[in-house]
């Protein structure tokens, strides 16, 4: 049984200043803390598949019927792990269980903004936006296997101290000692989702608009955002651009990176215009050339994150299957190098990439590369027909979309560097699809009553 908490206090403050007393000038900022509410999924998916109500287990080396009382943790004290009464214990290395009453996500909000009135109807608008996650889900197996040793900065692949790349669990030797599930009677897979990722996200908002006058409104917003986190997603499959699964589940920071969703640039351009005609005509040929608004928005945004794997289990971490390796970054390769804008055939270069030593993980961080910058503009031509009648109205209008038919390509559909068996992966870095439509038009009349 799951108890929800009863100590969420979500107080929210702002305030308003105007610094010259002249109703020109705005300095306005808030501080919020808010809650998400931890719905009945995650407590079904993670009640059914927390033990002893695991609907996907697998039990070695024992007799059907089994004897529930012979499945306990078993074998030898593996590099810095030891064997305990209680089960198999690494120092350093959290036993990841379930709580009954998990902590609620929360998200720690706060902005300053400062906006002034320029000429010419003009007004600007400058601020930073800030966002502090804890307590966020991400999934987990509990029965994941243990590291054989954690050695230091420049052996192996350990880059840094405390690194994931710093955990080995393979070494070569023969015979090659096996890192060990914390209970292998178990089998491989006790998963479940825990509330312990974290995230924080910075960004730059600035708009510049030009108030209604002489017919004309003009809008432009650009955001310069980064967004980092241990985890964007509990739910594996959600995404096609980032996995949600954890390079390594008993370290929390194994896959800290860029958010899934976080396009660093991002910018939209709109504008409203009453078409000034027909101001001198009288009768029914001002009602039909008079009133037309053309109005239009372009959006222009840098790709989101791109996750790339390593495609095989070269660090041995896995119990089976391919495993959640990411390969080593080559020295030079930067996320503007490592990619051929303009290509679908051959987006990412393989050749920024190589393999581990045989028992590590690779030193690639969640999110390095980012998908091909998206561009869209849309047009739309409308007017509006009022009538003597209260109430009734005839508005024709005709819309463009995608104006400039531009192809607005998405991520390559195989991010995995290698096949299973350590060769290049023919289609690595292959985009297969796009993202929105080809140039439409569409025309339409709605009568109002």
């Known amino acids: 049984m799951f108890r929800s908490s009863k100590h969420d206090f979500s107080p929210r403050l702002g305030f308003n200043w105007d610094p010259f007393k002249k109703g020109t000038t705005s300095v306005r900022g808030g501080f919020s803390i808010l809650y998400d509410q931890v719905e009945a999924w995650y407590l079904v998916f993670g009640a059914g598949e927390e033990p002893p109500f695991a609907n996907s287990l697998t039990i070695f080396g024992e ?32 036993q990841l269980l379930p709580s009954k009453i998990p902590n609620t996500p929360t998200k720690y909000g706060y902005n300053l903004m400062v906006q002034h009135e320029l000429p010419k109807h003009l007004s600007l608008l400058i601020g930073y936006v800030g966002a502090l996650g804890r307590h966020l889900s991400r999934t987990y197996n509990a029965d994941q296997e243990y590291p054989i040793a954690v050695v230091s900065p420049g052996t192996g692949n350990c880059t840094a101290i405390w690194s994931v790349t710093c955990l080995e669990f393979r070494n070569g030797l023969t015979p090659e000692p096996k890192a060990a599930l914390i209970n292998p009677n178990f089998g491989n897979s006790v998963s479940g989702i825990v509330f312990d990722a974290n995230s924080v996200y910075n960004s730059l908002q600035t708009t510049l608009e030009r108030r209604t006058a002489s017919g004309l409104t003009l809008r432009l917003n650009y955001t310069y955002s980064s967004c980092i986190a241990d985890a964007s997603d509990d739910e594996n499959g959600a995404e096609q651009n980032v996995s949600a699964a954890l390079m390594y589940t008993r370290v929390r920071t194994s896959s800290r990176g860029y958010c899934s969703f976080n396009a660093t640039d991002s910018a939209n351009f709109n504008f409203n215009y009453l078409i000034p005609l027909g101001q001198s005509f009288h009768g029914v040929a001002k009602a039909l050339v008079t009133g037309w608004q053309l109005s239009s928005l372009t959006s222009v945004s840098s790709g989101v994150p791109l996750g790339v794997g390593l495609g095989f289990n070269n660090s041995g971490a896995a119990f089976s299957g391919g495993g959640t390796d990411r390969p080593n970054l080559v020295a030079g390769c930067t996320p503007q190098n490592a990619t ?29 590369l980012r998908s091909p910058t998206l561009w869209t503009t849309d047009v739309s031509l409308k007017k509006e027909f009022t009538m003597k009648r209260e109430g009734m109205g005839l508005e024709l209008r005709a819309d463009m979309f995608n104006m400039f038919n531009r192809v607005n390509f998405a991520g390559p559909a195989n991010s995995s560097v290698y096949t299973s068996s350590g060769t290049l992966n023919g289609t690595f870095g292959l985009i297969t699809r796009t993202i929105g439509t080809s140039r439409q038009i569409q025309i339409g009349a709605r009568f109002q009553f």
């Open 63 to 94: 007799p059907w019927p089994f004897n529930p009382a012979t499945v306990q943790p078993t074998g030898p004290n593996i590099g810095n792990c030891v064997q305990t009464v209680s089960g198999l214990q690494c120092p350093g290395f959290p």
């Open 340 to 368: 051929n804008p303009g290509n679908p055939n051959d987006y990412i270069k393989a050749s920024c990439f190589s393999i581990p030593p045989k028992g590590y993980f690779g030193n690639l961080v969640t999110g390095f």
